[in-house]
């Protein structure tokens, strides 16, 4: 083969993996998949996938207290791909979690305007979604707060290539800390107002949204790239031999 051949093929080979289409730091991947590029983690398209496949142990709104949420997302298999968990969050400051001061500046764990990577659901909410908190970083009502961008609350909706948010709570995988009392409590996100709260675990029905670390594009299909390559050999083959023009 060619040298200029074979750079045609790894080139169409590259791009049958990693074809998507880029908005803001989101990429979409196909098949229900988004690749964030800053974090380097691929969430389900589907923020409700609990309800949409009809997980069991959930409610009639896909909502499931902590330690349901975090077995759903550890033993998901979403068209063979495995390893998800739920979105996680660490310190924005220092080495321990800030559970008790409250800011509107996304400076403290507890609060609002959240841009930190340090949150997984702030960040998404946020910078890639680019919703609005209920409140301003300087504390400032914004009746465009919301995933509807109009203040209401509950429901679902679309946002951008994001299928089936839900405007309530959705849970962390971050404990608040390994110690009691606060070991039994979780870090949660709200996507009806664009906060970040602790929460105690068997206390409440959240939402859960799987992520996995990595990008999917990365992930070879070995029998899929196989048929791939072969065809394009085949193709090339018969240039060679003139029999395409």
């Not at 009806?192 to 105690?200: A, L, R």
């Amino acid at each position: 083969m060619k040298h200029q051949e074979t750079l045609l093929v790894l080139a169409l080979l590259g791009s049958a993996a990693t074809t998507g289409t880029a908005q803001a730091s989101l990429v979409d991947r196909g098949n229900g998949l988004l690749y964030d590029n800053v974090l380097n983690v691929t969430w389900l398209q589907d923020a409700n996938y609990a309800h949409t496949s009809g997980y069991a142990q959930a409610n009639v709104s896909g909502a499931m207290d902590w330690a349901t949420a975090n077995t759903w997302a550890a033993n998901l298999n979403f068209d063979g791909l495995t390893g998800w968990r739920l979105a996680t969050n660490t310190p924005l400051n220092g080495s321990s979690f800030n559970f008790v001061t409250n800011s509107w500046d996304g400076s403290t764990d507890v609060g609002s305007n959240i841009t930190s990577p340090k949150s997984e659901l702030a960040y998404m909410y946020n910078v890639n979604l680019g919703l609005k908190d209920i409140n301003s970083t300087t504390r400032v009502f914004q009746a465009n707060y919301g995933i509807f961008g109009n203040g209401t609350i509950g429901g679902q909706n679309n946002v951008g290539l994001v299928h089936n948010l839900q405007s309530h709570d959705y849970w962390s995988g971050a404990e608040v800390s390994p110690y009691s009392p606060y070991n039994q409590y979780a870090w949660a996100f709200a996507t009806s107002s664009g906060s970040q709260f602790i929460q105690g675990k068997g206390v409440s029905t959240y939402f859960a949204w799987a992520v996995r670390p990595g990008d999917v594009a990365a992930i070879p299909v070995p029998g899929a790239v196989w048929l791939f390559g072969s065809g394009l050999l085949g193709l090339l083959s018969f240039k060679r031999r003139g029999n395409i023009a």
